[in-house]
């Protein structure tokens, strides 16, 4: 029996794990450009908080990496917070319902967090940028479309999917390898239910 | 070690004032501008956070992230002026391109728009040492849990990445091929992310442990070592904040 | 006085099928220094964390008998309000730094902070633990720029600022230098001769020989035995629960040189020299 995927009393254990998810965000984004991979791969820490942690770890997770990023690296990211916790609570939801127990469940959530990813930015994308992703081969993809249909909803909405859906499946194609590498006693520890059996 | 922030240690006026005075004026910042939608409201903005960025003395500091900032907006500027839904009046000819004033205009306004709100977020994190402003946040009601949390990320980073250096030494040493085609750079990525995050993983469970035995989740009332600084003019400067909020709104609606 | 009193403890993690601690029974007198001594996965690291609360209320699982410290049964209370009378030191020092602090200082303050002290208390306490650990050096350094052994000293250092009655020290030298190690060992003395009452595993036999009042043969989650260091360490089947006994234990049983008692080898150097030395003279 697991605790309600909704449990708001959050154990230690758990909690601990956020920094930790921001650090492997933060190492995934930094080994990433060091290899010159044309990918962010900025939330594997996300990922696998949600995957061990469930929706709320998850989604708390994606919020601080981005205030945290935002105070010590670049102020926009506090706007891209949204986009963060809801890609950790959707990764969170899924994993607690059993979608991350092989490599084929794992590509639909991959998309599944992509595609979440696009919901979400494309309004801040326009409120914000006009549009834009500031991604060089995802704008110049919204410079063609605009130029074509002069449709800004479509237009970002091409350039946040191309940029936004393969970077995400990919990032939880290499968290859930990690997963599956993690001690079982370890990920037990997360899950707890708060219920002492009795030996007496 | 060294803590991963943007603070900069002076000691200026704009450094002693209260963390949540300067939370209120990123509020206002944003705020104001969209009730007041107006060229010369947003360039006000731009001008307050500039002088309060050269009294802080921390102007030089804020320039890389404009630097950034300012290149996207430039494809922003380029883009919308070529191709923006409502362009009709011809602006100017660059060689074979041609700008119209719509979306100059509206890239105009994004671009004074963002460099307004990054500024006013430069003035917080660049004057503000991060453990203060999470006390201070603490102190009037945000979880200790989470305040936990965001001051633990700015020390666990400088020290997963310190591991992650002293791994692909290693790694490097033992012929990784960190260099050379796409396929050899992705084939590097795993062999060097997993065990940095295998191993801060585990060490999740005993320093949870830890934390426990030391009260962590102690029901009883917090308190703290650190004495509430000094910060100043705290009352008089909120007023003056909520005074221009409420000024915009009144011309909003008078007008 | 008796500080700990365990009564049939029983214990087994989630998902796991076999008992970590099978029916132990044991009771530890105050100002006592016991140790506890057996091969890789006796159940060690499990019963510390049953006398400071961690099992069951951390791990949750299985459990059943008792845990009674100070009067406090472990099972009915938490493990913030047990930390008020029992504190544990862990193997590693890295991971037992909260991360949230800048300085050693503050450092120490995180539990006074937690348990709601004043700031004149927590000074005055910190001040004097720093003193007592000789670490006052570095109270302004960053607890993760501090030696191996100074960071060890730091985590003893904050536990007993909460003023424990108890302390567990779980394995505290396994990850140091030999200075490291050497330097905590004399921090754990002085801890005992404070008077306080001190429960350590450690590998390092000697020096559970040297400090302990009585040792605690744990096997497969069962206690063997709970004697003096001499006769512990003068069992004849002590290879059979992965333990070697120290060196000058096995000096004088190559020897022959029982103690005065007739029945035990010496388990210390001290011990050694005294039945030796007339020995030497003959």
């Known amino acids: ?114 595609l979440t990813a696009v919901v979400i930015s494309t309004p801040l994308n326009i409120s914000f940028w006009g549009g834009q992703t ?39 194609l290499i968290s859930y390898a990690i997963f599956r590498g993690l001690p079982n006693n370890l990920k037990q520890l997360y899950k707890s239910n708060n219920k002492i059996e009795s030996l007496d | 070690m060294k803590a991963l922030t943007l603070y900069e ?43 309060l960025l050269l009294i802080a003395n921390v102007f030089k500091k804020s320039l890389p992230i404009f630097g950034f900032v300012l290149l996207i907006l430039l494809t922003v500027l380029i883009i919308q002026g070529l191709f923006h839904a409502e362009n009709a009046t011809p602006l100017f000819h660059l060689g074979p391109l041609l700008f119209y004033k719509e979306g100059f205009f509206y890239a105009l306004q994004i671009t004074l728009r963002v460099l307004n709100i990054v500024a006013a977020f430069m003035i917080l994190v660049l004057t ?30 400088p020290q997963m990445l310190s591991t992650m250096e002293t791994i692909s030494d290693a790694q490097r040493s033992r012929g990784m091929e ?7 750079r992705i084939k590097a990525f795993l062999p060097l992310l997993g065990p940095v995050v295998l191993n801060s993983l585990i060490q999740t469970r005993e320093r949870a442990m830890a934390l426990e035995v030391r009260g962590f989740s102690s029901l009883r009332h917090k308190t703290f070592l650190n004495e509430v600084k000094n910060y100043r003019y705290t009352t008089f400067i909120q007023f003056t904040l909520w005074l221009v909020l409420l000024a915009a709104i009144i011309w909003r609606v008078v007008l | 006085m008796k500080k700990i009193v365990v009564e049939n403890l029983k214990y087994r993690y989630p998902s796991t099928e076999k008992l970590a601690l099978d029916d132990i029974s044991f009771t530890i007198n105050q100002g006592e220094f016991i140790g506890i001594i057996g091969q890789n996965s006796a159940g060690k690291s499990t019963l510390c964390q049953a006398l400071v609360g961690l099992v069951p209320h951390f791990y949750q699982g299985a459990y059943g008998g008792k845990v009674i410290v100070d009067g406090i049964e472990v099972k009915q209370s938490s493990i913030s309000e047990l930390s008020l009378k029992v504190g544990i030191v862990f193997q590693n020092p890295f991971t037992q730094v909260t991360g949230s602090k800048l300085t050693v200082y503050e450092e120490i303050a995180f539990g006074l902070e937690n348990m709601g002290l004043t700031r004149i208390e927590m000074l005055e306490r910190i001040d004097s633990v ?48 030999p200075q490291g190690s050497e330097e905590v060992f004399r921090a754990i003395g002085e801890l005992s001769n404070q008077g306080m009452t001190v429960v350590m595993v450690e590998h390092k036999i000697e020096k559970i020989a040297e400090y302990s009042d009585r040792v605690l043969l744990l096997h497969e989650g069962k206690c063997v035995d709970f004697a003096s260091p001499a006769d512990i360490f003068s069992r004849d089947d002590l290879h059979e629960y992965g333990v070697v006994a120290p060196v000058y234990t096995r000096v004088c049983q190559a020897l022959k040189q029982k103690n005065i008692d007739k029945k035990t080898y010496p388990a210390t150097l001290s011990e050694a020299v005294e039945v030796l030395r007339g020995k030497i003279h003959d």
Not at chain 1, 41 to 48: K, N, P, Y
Not at chain 1, 68 to 74: A, E
Request: no cysteine; proline share 5%; aromatic share 8%.
């Open chain 1, 1 to 114: 029996m697991n605790k309600s995927m909704w449990s708001f009393r959050l154990s230690t254990a758990s909690l601990v794990l956020i920094p930790v998810a921001v650090g492997i965000n933060y190492i995934g984004k930094t080994l990433a450009s060091v290899l010159k991979l044309p990918l962010w791969l900025d939330a594997i820490g996300t990922m696998l908080a949600s995957m061990l942690g469930g929706p709320i770890i998850g989604a708390l997770s994606g919020a601080i990496n981005n205030v945290i990023y935002g105070l010590t690296m670049d102020p926009i990211s506090f706007i891209y917070g949204i986009t963060s916790l809801f890609m950790g609570l959707v990764a969170g939801i899924l994993a607690y319902k059993g979608w991350i127990s092989s490599w084929s469940k794992a590509i639909i959530v991959g998309i599944a967090v992509g």
């Open chain 1, 134 to 172: 500031g991604n060089l081969w995802g704008d110049a993809l919204f410079a063609l479309v605009m130029a074509k249909t002069k449709l800004v909803w479509f237009a970002s909405f091409l350039d946040e999917l191309v940029v936004d859906v393969p970077d995400k499946l990919i990032t939880v």
């Open chain 2, 9 to 51: 240690d002076r000691n200026t006026f704009i450094h002693h004032v209260h963390p949540i005075n300067k939370l209120i004026y990123i509020f206002i910042i944003i705020v104001v501008p969209l009730i007041l939608p107006l060229f010369p409201v947003l360039i006000a903005g731009i001008i307050m956070n500039t002088v």
């Open chain 2, 128 to 157: 503000t040492k991060p453990s203060d402003l999470v006390e201070t946040l603490v102190r009037k009601g945000l979880s200790p849990k989470i305040g936990y949390v965001l001051q633990s990320v700015f020390q666990i980073i």
């Open chain 2, 178 to 184: 960190t260099e050379g085609n796409l396929f050899v």
């Open chain 3, 130 to 177: 720093l003193d007592l650990f000789d670490i006052t050096a570095v109270k302004n350094r960053n607890p993760f720029d501090l030696s191996g052994g100074q960071m060890q000293r730091m985590a003893i250092a904050s536990i007993v600022a909460m003023k424990p009655d108890v302390i567990v020290l779980d394995e505290p030298t396994s990850q140091l230098d």
